[in-house]
């Protein structure tokens, strides 16, 4: 089942902001999956992970990937082959230490704070910058020059060319990935910490550890377009989020998955990364030109 805490968070807000078809989103969430998890038989306990880097971002190069699957969810559907650009994607997921360099440097506010539940488990130097709404998420990417991935940027960065819907293969494995299934931690773990939650582009966290806001706006049929470069409609209620957190229960952890939020929503298992547009495929190059 997807994460619990975004289930009963969405449907709460539904019934206070929207008269939306609630029927139709429980039966998709209640359906059972057709993919089994595989217990892993890999015993590696996750080590500390790259502290608080300001940027490190690799390059996903030009190219189709495929984006959606067909087992999925209504909102996943159909499968179809998308060209994307090249971009740049933030290895690891925002770290609260890179964070804060930016609440320091601009007056932001915290993401986090002593009323926050498990403040002192979420707040090491080395940990995901969680309980951000997407306006927090969008204004540190701003301030980096940087803007957050499209849904579909985010997606090829996890799943490569070949569809993976994990970044280790096709079959959800517990202890690979930082979700509330079988695996050392609590709550969130320092980034870069599970070799296997690796992607074929070297992006770490992105089948667990938090989820992640993305740029789009949420379209339910989006999928069934397949032009180049996507972006997702030009406004809208609900804000995009990709991929499981620590607290992902079951087997929907797939990178297909999509949830959807209001932008000014927090929670501790939502954080981000930032991406950038690509010129010429060399970062340095590309800074020197700002």
């Known amino acids: ?14 019934l206070l902001f929207a008269a939306l078809p609630i029927a139709g989103i429980i039966l998709d969430v209640l359906k059972p999956s057709a993919i089994e998890i595989e217990k892993s038989k890999d015993t590696h306990v996750p080590t500390a992970g790259t502290a608080s880097l300001r940027e490190d971002m690799v390059l996903v190069p030009a190219g189709y990937f495929l984006r959606g699957y067909n087992g999925g969810g209504f909102d996943e559907k159909p499968e179809s082959s998308v060209m994307l650009d090249a971009f ?15 609440i320091n440097a601009t007056g932001h506010r915290k993401p986090l704070s ?3 539940k498990h403040f002192e ?12 709404s997407w306006e927090d998420a969008d ?8 803007r957050l991935p499209t849904e579909a940027e985010w997606e090829k960065a996890g799943r490569g060319t070949n569809g993976l819907l994990w970044p280790w293969g096709n079959q959800d494995k517990q202890g690979y990935a930082n979700t509330g299934n079988l695996d050392p931690f609590e709550f969130t773990s320092p980034v870069g910490g599970f070799p296997k939650d690796k ?5 770490y966290d992105m089948a667990g550890n938090a989820m992640e806001w993305v ?10 377009s397949n032009t180049p470069n996507p972006t997702g409609p030009s406004d809208g209620f609900f804000k995009v989020i990709k991929g499981p957190s620590w607290g992902t229960i079951g087997n929907e952890t797939r990178l297909t998955i999509r949830l959807k939020m209001i932008p000014e929503f927090r929670d501790t298992t939502i954080g981000f990364r930032c991406a950038k547009t690509s010129k010429d495929g060399t970062l340095k190059n590309e800074k020197k030109e700002r």
Do not use: H
């Open 199 to 203: 992607s074929p582009y070297g992006v």
């Open 139 to 146: 204004e540190y990417c701003r301030y980096r020059s940087a």
């Open 121 to 132: 488990k979420l707040s090491a130097t080395s940990q995901p910058a969680v309980y951000v």
């Open 1 to 14: 089942m997807l994460d619990k805490r975004i289930k009963w968070a969405f449907f709460l807000v539904t």
């Open 88 to 102: 740049w994607i933030d290895r690891y997921e925002v770290t609260y230490g890179a964070y804060t360099d930016f």
């Open 215 to 224: 740029q789009d706006w949420y379209q339910e049929d989006a999928y069934k």
């Open 114 to 116: 002593r009323y926050v």
